[in-house]
Nanobody, 116 residues
Framework: QVQLVESGGGLVQPGGSLRLSCVAS????????MNWYRQAPGKERELVASITSAYGSTNYAESVKGRFTISRDNAKNTLYLQMNSLKPEDTAVYYC?????????WGQGTQVTVSS
């Protein structure tokens, strides 16, 4: 049974930090490209960051470059998103996604709220 379980979301003040985790099971995590997406109320889901399977190459949305860092620990089947200097516009539900050819899996999401 494939599962992606996100955690680490919560309420944080502007300028604060959070670290999201996504624990994978039921598939060979190390062979999948992993992504973080987010969806704010009334907006479309958008890609935040990606990390490849083989070399761990990363890509980021312009809006989070320099503030967010995606990483993975293949030994622990876990994907991370370190979020620093958070802004109110980062408020959204954050989802992890696993992709390999035609196989695609989503997590259930974790809420991040940035507010004073």
């Amino acid at each position: 049974q494939v599962q992606l379980v996100e955690s680490g979301g919560g309420l944080v003040q502007p300028g604060g930090s959070l670290r999201l985790s996504c624990v994978a099971s039921g598939f060979t995590f190390s062979m999948y490209v992993m992504n973080w997406y987010r969806q704010a109320p009334g907006k479309e889901r958008e890609l935040v960051a990606s990390i490849t399977s083989a070399y761990g190459s990363t890509n980021y949305a312009e809006s989070v470059k320099g503030r967010f860092t995606i990483s993975r620990d293949n030994a622990k089947n876990t994907l991370y998103l370190q979020m620093n200097s958070l802004k109110p516009e980062d408020t959204a539900v954050y989802y992890c996604k696993a992709v390999r050819y035609s196989s695609l899996y989503w997590g259930q999401g974790t809420q991040v709220t940035v507010s004073s």
